[in-house]
């Protein structure tokens, strides 16, 4: 999905060199951030606010782009954008990324939004915050915009909805059992109230829009039909920037 705006020609062995724009207000990130939030308004969208822990990960990311000299979303070694995103400290439900090689700002903006995947992220009324950050090899600008739903107010209710769509959207039916599947939350393992269920998982995330490869996995089996969702706190034991989650499910 993501494009490629220029070619390097000479491979030298320099290192990226970073090119952030934090109290500048004519760097290229804030070109950029001026840029997305032109296209938002002039589509009657909210502008973005600008996230220091998106523009962290992004900074790791961009200048991991440079160093490859290549584009990616995400090298061997490195943790996947959610990951990144929760290692910088933001606390998110929805979570995406653009990443581009350009000469300037002006001509990797105006790429991103010829692209359709790329403008959708720009424009995506579902998120409120973004991160940006450039790095520079051989004149060369290696873009990178981490997008997201802030997610510090969300409520366990709405943690719960959030997992509860993808749920459904997998054929599974919502049961009223939410009081177990709280209470289920709160321990490290095991279940908790009166409904039993098949299969119970608690996990931690930093992005509730992405189910663990195991649930998915034991959903895909077919044997299970109905579902359970319990958010609780997340505590010290898993920081202020993961998501506590126990699923049941029910044959």
Not at 140 to 157: P, R, T, W
Not at 192 to 218: I, K, W
Not at 219 to 245: E, L
């Amino acid at each position: 999905m993501s494009l490629r705006f220029a070619i390097v020609i000479a491979i030298v062995s320099l290192l990226p060199r970073p090119v952030f724009a934090q109290g500048n207000n004519h760097g290229p990130e804030q070109t950029l951030f001026r840029s997305a939030n032109r296209e938002r308004t002039a589509q009657g969208l909210p502008p973005l606010k600008w996230n220091n822990a998106l523009a962290a990960a992004a900074r790791q990311h961009a200048l991991r782009l440079a160093q490859q000299d290549t584009l990616s979303h995400q090298f061997p070694g490195e943790p996947d954008l959610a990951g990144r995103v929760a290692q910088a400290g933001a606390r998110f439900s929805t979570i995406a990324e653009n990443i581009a090689e350009g000469p300037d700002a002006e001509s990797i903006h105006e790429q991103w939004m010829k692209s359709p995947p790329h403008r959708r992220n720009l424009l995506d009324p579902q998120v409120d915050s973004v991160g940006i950050s450039v790095a520079e090899r051989n004149g060369a600008l290696f873009a990178v915009e981490d997008f997201s739903l802030a997610g510090g107010a969300l409520s366990l209710q709405d943690q719960e909805k959030v997992v509860a769509a993808q749920l459904q959207s997998r054929g599974l039916r919502l049961l009223n059992y939410t009081d177990d599947a709280r209470r289920t939350c709160a321990l490290d393992n095991g279940f908790a109230g009166n409904h039993r269920p098949s299969f119970v998982l608690h996990y931690a995330t930093a992005d509730l829009q992405e189910l663990p490869d195991m649930l998915d996995q034991r959903i895909q089996t077919g044997r299970y039909h109905g579902a359970a969702i319990g958010a609780c706190p997340s505590g010290s034991k898993f920081g202020s920037s993961m998501y506590r989650v126990a699923v049941l499910l029910y044959e």
